[in-house]
């Protein structure tokens, strides 16, 4: 299975691209008119495909690469993702609430996510591939880049339950730890006060998708980059993920 990929977004390393991340701040400033709650089942599937549309548009606005709009019961969740996280073990395992062993376990995502129609998948071209690939910059480098899937799918969600759909649920890439508290200690763990209510979430891989899997079937080139063994010369492009499902 493979998805369409659209051509028509910006690229990460143009000047008009760097333009645009410093308005960014601007879109989040739009304002939305709210709408009133239909039944879901009863929702026009012409309204819903054009709010998808609209969601994809929005997602470049927000600063991504590409959006494709996929059908939910595409993506695979997969216990070995979740394992993935704990053998050998991330640095962020246990650390905050939106990372496992504190995440919905795959078998209560496999049933949930069932009820979802629709999802639209989200990627940022990491500009400077040594943000990621380089051993003394990754870290920081992480917190910059995740950030930025924390802000487009936070905000696609918000929009999404604004016009009408309250079960809209997005996940982003990395833990929140770094990418939004830059590594500080946990606050929600710790007083249950979480910084970022709003904006913090699990990863993908945390709840157990397979990112890989969605990246390759949307024609995205994407690779490993955390093995210390990888000469960076093989590695093109690193990118940075996320993903809103609507119900």
């Not at 990418?179 to 699990?202: E, I, N």
């Amino acid at each position: 299975m493979s998805f369409p990929s659209s051509k028509g977004g910006f690229n990460s390393r143009s000047p008009l691209h760097v333009i645009y991340n410093k308005l960014v701040f601007m879109v989040f400033e739009k304002k939305f008119k709210t709408r009133r709650v239909t039944e879901l089942g009863k929702k026009n599937l012409r309204v819903l495909k054009k709010d998808m549309e609209k969601y994809k548009v929005l997602a470049k606005e927000l600063g991504s690469d590409d959006a494709v709009i996929i059908p939910a019961k595409a993506v695979k969740f997969d216990e070995r993702v979740r394992l993935k996280c704990r053998v050998p073990m991330c640095h962020l395992y246990g650390s905050s609430p939106n990372c496992p062993p504190n995440t919905p376990d795959v078998e209560t995502m496999k049933k949930t996510m069932k009820k979802y129609r629709w999802a639209l998948l989200v990627k940022y071209d990491v500009p400077c591939m040594d943000d990621f690939v380089d051993k003394e910059k990754w870290l920081k480098g992480h917190e910059k880049h995740q950030r930025k899937i924390h802000d487009i799918i936070s905000a696609l969600e918000s929009i999404a339950f604004n016009d009408g759909y309250y079960f809209a649920v997005g996940f982003s890439a990395g833990g929140c730890k770094t990418a939004l508290c830059s590594g500080m200690v946990c606050q929600f763990l710790d007083s249950g006060r979480c910084r970022f209510p709003l904006k913090s979430r699990p990863s993908m891989e945390g709840v157990g998708i397979d990112a890989y899997d969605l990246a390759a079937k949307a024609g995205w080139e994407i690779y490993p980059v955390a093995s210390r063994y990888s000469e960076t010369g093989s590695i093109r492009c690193a990118v940075s993920m996320g993903i809103l499902f609507i119900n």
